[in-house]
């Protein structure tokens, strides 16, 4: 293993220690999900006939709500107790450090899809664990997780952080999250992953242009 | 035709409220560097 | 201090810039002939279409000086980044509304949620949430600096509004393809003269409004000194 690697991986097993630890942010962020499916209920009624129409939407919009509440703790508590000088001290480049980071939440966030999509199959009478669905949610979150760790660096040094993160952070995720729900409402309705080729596209596109942007850009963000 | 009228106000609208805000900006910046201006001078006739 | 928007040559652009803009405005309402399907509502169309590119344009300028920004670190590119912001988004909501009011009568609706207007109002947001953010950061280096990230990374979203409308199947007419145009030449010639006119106008503003911003620079450090 390279030792840009090692770095990496010592930032992400660091995040994933320090979470075992208390559990603390992994915790909010089930619990968040699951109240979210119970709002959405109480909302919209989702009873068995509108449910597959609404589930994609419904369910995507629990997990980028989640991911916002992983990703401002992500760097607030780093920022709070100091730890962050500490990481930006080491030699080490500071592109891998965000590499690191984003890699932490996107560990984070998907261990959350893990846990949600079989209990949503439950509460909404849906078939969601299926390796192409598993497929959506990995591109998605990872564009999300790519973009939200470089604004979540940016919020935690800003006036009002908790609020601005989703602001600065919904805008520019909007189009990948269209992306997803499309994706997944495609492959619900029964169609191939070759027929939402179009949106799987636009998904791994956007990917790869924020997590180039992210990590060619994150250095100017935590610079003092 | 009705909409052709309300579009061309809008955008005039627009565009002359931005100009004017500008202007606003503007004019009181240039009274307060004035301001900030004499002060200096009169703190610097009088020495420090 | 800088000194942009005073000299004779500035001078002199913002009255041409004044002129193009009545010039377009006769090509577009007295010049333009009469659509035959819409009526007189088509003649929204040039300065919607030169709103929009103009703006587009804006954002673009923004994403170039952020870029430098990060680059060089110098307070002339921020300014010029979040000059364009303003502008632009001036410039995109005279589009969106100009837009919405063409839709009434030709469309039948203020809004629908087709990719085109999606991703417009996708724009919009973003850029407001732009000048947001330099409003909560206290410390200017590193305002100009998030604004610079937050310029580049918003910026992905004007080209996917841009091409919105060819990607996927919608109702908002393409009237520049790779066929060629779809618009008489007096049309034609009535679009590029508000395009122009636009284009002058938006050079105009630009050099005001960061003419502003170094007075209000000025100002700051004059307060400043008085502090000391």
Not at chain 1, 50 to 62: C, K, T, Y
Not at chain 1, 77 to 88: M, P, S, V
Not at chain 1, 130 to 138: H, N, P, S, T
Not at chain 3, 129 to 151: K, M, N, Q
Request: hydrophobic residues 60%; contains cysteine; proline residues 3%.
């Amino acid at each position: 293993m390279s030792s840009a690697w090692q770095a990496v991986w010592a930032v992400v097993k660091k995040d994933i220690l320090a979470e075992l630890r208390t559990k603390e942010t992994l915790s909010m962020m089930l619990i968040f999900v699951l109240l979210a499916v119970f709002i959405f209920n109480f909302a919209f009624d989702l009873r068995v006939e509108n449910v597959r129409e609404v589930a994609p939407g419904v369910m995507w919009v629990a997990f980028v709500f989640a991911g916002v509440l992983g990703l401002n703790r992500s760097f607030i508590q780093e920022a709070d107790k100091g730890c962050l000088d500490g990481l930006l001290m080491t030699p080490v480049d500071r592109s891998l450090i965000y590499l690191g980071k984003m890699l932490g939440n996107l560990i984070f966030m998907l261990a959350v899809d893990a846990i949600a999509l079989p209990v949503f199959s439950v509460l909404l009478n849906l078939a969601l664990v299926r390796w192409d669905i598993a497929l959506i949610v990995v591109l998605g979150t990872l564009g999300f997780a790519g973009v939200g760790t470089l604004f979540s660096a940016m919020t935690a040094n800003t006036r009002a952080r908790e609020v601005m993160l989703p602001l600065l952070l919904f805008p520019v995720a909007l189009p990948l999250v269209l992306a997803a729900v499309k994706a997944t409402a495609g492959v619900l309705d029964g169609a191939s992953l070759g027929e939402v080729a179009n949106w799987l596209n636009l998904l791994i596109g956007y990917d790869v242009v924020f997590l180039t942007i992210s990590y060619l850009t994150f250095d100017y963000v935590v610079e003092s | 035709m009705t909409y052709l009228i309300a579009a061309y106000t809008v955008m005039w609208l627009i565009t002359f409220i931005f100009v004017l805000s500008m202007a606003i900006r503007q004019r009181r910046l240039a009274a307060e560097l004035e301001a900030l201006k004499a002060r200096l001078q009169e703190r610097q006739r009088y020495g420090q | 201090m800088e000194r942009w928007g005073v000299g004779k040559i500035a001078i002199f652009l913002h009255g041409l810039a004044g002129a193009a803009v009545l010039t377009a405005l006769y090509m577009a309402l007295v010049f333009a002939p009469r659509e035959a399907a819409m009526g007189d509502v088509q003649r929204i169309f040039y300065w919607h279409v030169a709103t929009a590119w103009v703006g587009f344009f804006a954002f673009f300028i923004t994403l170039i000086a952020s870029i430098a920004y990060l680059r060089t670190g110098r307070r002339r590119w921020d300014i010029v980044a979040l000059s364009s912001v303003e502008i632009g988004l001036a410039f995109a909501v005279i589009m969106t509304v100009t837009g919405s009011l063409w839709a009434k009568p030709v469309w039948n609706t203020w809004w629908t949620w087709e990719p085109r207007l999606t991703t417009v109002a996708i724009m919009l947001l973003i850029y407001a949430t732009y000048l947001l953010l330099r409003r909560v950061i206290e410390d200017p280096g590193r305002r100009a600096r998030f604004a610079a990230v937050y310029g580049i990374a918003g910026f992905v979203s004007v080209p996917i509004t841009f091409m919105a409308i060819r990607w996927w199947r919608t109702i908002h007419p393409v009237i520049f393809k790779s066929e060629g145009f779809d618009l008489s030449p007096a049309m034609l010639v009535a679009l590029i003269v508000s395009v122009a006119a636009y284009s002058l106008l938006y050079v105009s503003l630009l050099l005001l409004r960061t003419q502003l911003e170094f007075l209000s620079d000025e100002a700051a450090e004059l307060r400043e000194s008085l502090d000391e």
